[in-house]
């Protein structure tokens, strides 16, 4: 038999809509044919129904399995043995873990399986005896099932939606956090409001920087439309879900279409912002007044979030303005200290820091000798060698670089103050200052210090010519496990063309 059949006196959705699913679970292929003929043209709220056959408990287990839409199940108990329906019972609740489906339990021998007993012992909603069943007790049957599933749904839409929040509140600023927030109110929007699970927020990012470019960009999606995030920008956007967004941002109001909302609003700061709901129907007051106090709330976190963005990109900037300083100071070229960022992101990623991990270090790497603004002239730009009194008030720069940077609680200035410190450590403990060996030397001071010096040594300095990027690697090669972490000069010479690839494109 086939399990997935569908029967065919039912009707077909409406568009926005999908039929409520029902597993019909009996080894008498005339029961499957009666439950057919009574449900023939059966709807609730507006939805048919699409039934599924199971002739036995084993095939029914495999169709529970695969379908987690499976709203009610219409259930015999002998079939392949005497319990069969009550096993599969306890094989749904237990083993799946699916406490959401709505059990009517139809048997034509209540003697085998009481009542009094059965309705305790077992999971169930309801108990029908065959015999006493009839076709309007059926379908009243079914649509309080049908209803008791539809509550327990949005209640279970509404919980996982707001984990989504809880768990987005605690980095709110991050932009993934603000998706994954957006993502989560969209979830429980379009629960409380009966509607299917698409939905998408978009924002035209009305921030200086993007107000030239007019571009629209997707901050969050759910259902189906999860698929957009990815993506981003309206380019990949159905031609009528587009045209109705676009729509709305021109009348500058919030547009309903057949079976879809498209919410409109904007911020003080200028953020438009649309909330495009798929699966609506008509909305009362209430339902309208919530759809805009959520879509005005999301224009808001995203202009936090461009406000964030600003702050944040002022000190890189700051950060990196510093370093270059410091550099020219030493007679040394400001893309010196972009080199470095650019060649300590490429080896955190390789070495499998996470991505905010690799940005921060980026940020931070520019001021790893921010501490030679402490050093004098005529020792920081001594053309030869420096003497044993000269060389111990250079090795000074970690420390006073440290002092300058470390008074700081936010996070780019804490870990260049760590930077600055420790990027002339050595893994076998012969650094300086502080003789860190090893893993107790952080991982950005690890990443620097091979960073610094291989850009150190393939360009000019006052004190001598560049090396040939062969001897380079041969001198890098050899502090293998003496001044550099093994792991770390192991994924440099394999990926040696992207670093040469960053030492060509900023050029002294």
Same mark, same amino acid.
């Given at each position: 038999m086939n399990g997935l059949k569908q029967q065919a006196a039912n009707t077909q959705s409406p568009a926005g809509t999908a039929p409520w699913q029902i597993l019909v679970v009996d080894d008498d292929a005339e029961v499957h044919a009666v439950t057919s003929l009574v449900l023939r043209n059966f709807q609730f709220e507006n939805r048919p129904i699409q039934l599924i056959d199971a002739y036995?408990?084993?095939?029914?287990?495999?169709?529970?399995?695969?379908?987690?839409?499976?709203?009610?199940?219409?259930?015999?108990?002998?079939?392949?043995?005497?319990?069969?329906?009550?096993?599969?019972?306890?094989?749904?609740?237990?083993?799946?873990?699916?406490?959401?489906?709505?059990?009517?339990?139809?048997?034509?021998?209540?003697?085998?399986?009481?009542?009094?007993?059965?309705?305790?012992?077992?999971?169930?909603?309801?108990?029908?005896?065959?015999?006493?069943?009839?076709?309007?007790?059926?379908?009243?049957?079914?649509?309080?099932?049908?209803?008791?599933?539809?509550?327990?749904?949005?209640?279970?839409?509404?919980?996982?939606?707001?984990?989504?929040?809880?768990?987005?509140?605690?980095?709110?600023?991050?932009?993934?956090?603000?998706?994954?927030?957006?993502?989560g109110v969209l979830t429980q929007l379009a629960a409380l409001l009966g509607m299917s699970r698409n939905s998408l927020c978009v924002s035209s990012g009305m921030t200086i920087t993007r107000v030239a470019e007019k571009k629209l960009q997707i901050m969050a999606a759910s259902g189906e439309y999860e698929r957009f995030i990815d993506c981003g920008s309206e380019a990949c956007l159905p031609d009528d879900i587009r045209e109705s967004i676009k729509e709305a941002f021109q009348v500058k109001q919030t547009i309903k279409k057949p079976a879809a909302l498209v919410a409109y609003s904007t911020s003080e700061r200028g953020t438009e912002n649309v909330i495009y709901l798929s699966g609506v129907q008509d909305l009362n007051e209430w339902e309208t007044k919530l759809v805009d106090i959520f879509s005005l709330n999301a224009a808001i976190a995203f202009d936090n979030n461009y406000l964030n963005d600003e702050l944040e990109e002022t000190q890189r900037e700051i950060i990196e303005t510093?370093?270059?300083?410091?550099?020219?100071?030493?007679?040394?070229?400001?893309?010196?200290?972009?080199?470095?960022?650019e060649y300590c992101q490429l080896l955190g990623r390789l070495y499998g820091l996470s991505e905010d991990e690799v940005t921060l270090l980026g940020s931070a790497a520019p001021t790893h000798d921010i501490g030679k603004l402490g050093?004098?002239?005529?020792?920081?730009?001594?053309?030869?060698?420096?003497?044993?009194?000269?060389?111990?008030?250079?090795?000074?720069?970690?420390?006073?670089?440290?002092?300058?940077?470390?008074?700081?609680?936010?996070?780019?200035?804490?870990?260049?103050?760590?930077?600055?410190?420790?990027?002339?450590?050595?893994?076998?403990?012969?650094?300086?200052?502080? &003789?860190?060996?090893? /893993?107790?030397?952080? =991982?950005?001071?690890?990443?620097?210090? @091979? +960073?610094?010096?291989?850009?150190?040594? %393939?360009?000019?300095?006052?004190?001598?010519?560049?090396?040939?990027?062969?001897?380079?690697?041969?001198?890098?090669?050899?502090?293998? &496990?003496?001044?550099? /972490?093994?792991?770390? =000069?192991?994924?440099?010479?394999?990926? @040696? +063309?992207?670093?040469?690839?960053?030492? %060509?494109?900023?050029?002294?």
């Open positions: 036995s408990a084993a095939e029914a287990e495999t169709i529970i399995q695969d379908n987690e839409d499976i709203c009610l199940i219409l259930l015999d108990v002998v079939m392949e043995h005497e319990n069969a329906g009550l096993d599969f019972i306890k094989f749904v609740r237990q083993k799946t873990g699916n406490r959401k489906v709505r059990i009517i339990l139809r048997t034509g021998h209540p003697g085998q399986a009481p009542e009094q007993n059965v309705i305790v012992d077992y999971d169930i909603n309801d108990y029908k005896d065959k015999t006493e069943l009839t076709a309007q007790k059926l379908r009243t049957a079914i649509i309080a099932a049908l209803r008791s599933w539809r509550d327990i749904t949005i209640i279970d839409a509404n919980r996982k939606g707001l984990q989504k929040i809880i768990d987005a509140l605690g980095s709110i600023f991050k932009l993934q956090s603000l998706k994954k927030l957006a993502s510093l370093g270059e300083v410091a550099e020219k100071r030493s007679r040394e070229t400001g893309h010196h200290v972009r080199r470095v960022a050093i004098p002239d005529n020792i920081l730009n001594k053309p030869g060698p420096l003497t044993p009194e000269e060389w111990l008030v250079m090795r000074e720069h970690p420390v006073t670089g440290h002092a300058m940077l470390g008074k700081s609680e936010r996070s780019i200035l804490k870990a260049s103050a760590q930077i600055a410190r420790t990027h002339h450590e050595h893994w076998n403990g012969g650094g300086y200052p502080d &003789g860190l060996a090893e /893993e107790s030397i952080p =991982v950005f001071g690890r990443i620097v210090a @091979l +960073a610094d010096v291989f850009d150190a040594l %393939s360009h000019d300095r006052v004190y001598k010519k560049a090396w040939p990027i062969d001897d380079v690697t041969d001198y890098i090669r050899r502090q293998r &496990g003496e001044q550099f /972490e093994p792991r770390l =000069v192991d994924l440099f010479l394999e990926h @040696l +063309a992207e670093f040469t690839g960053i030492k %060509s494109r900023f050029p002294d």
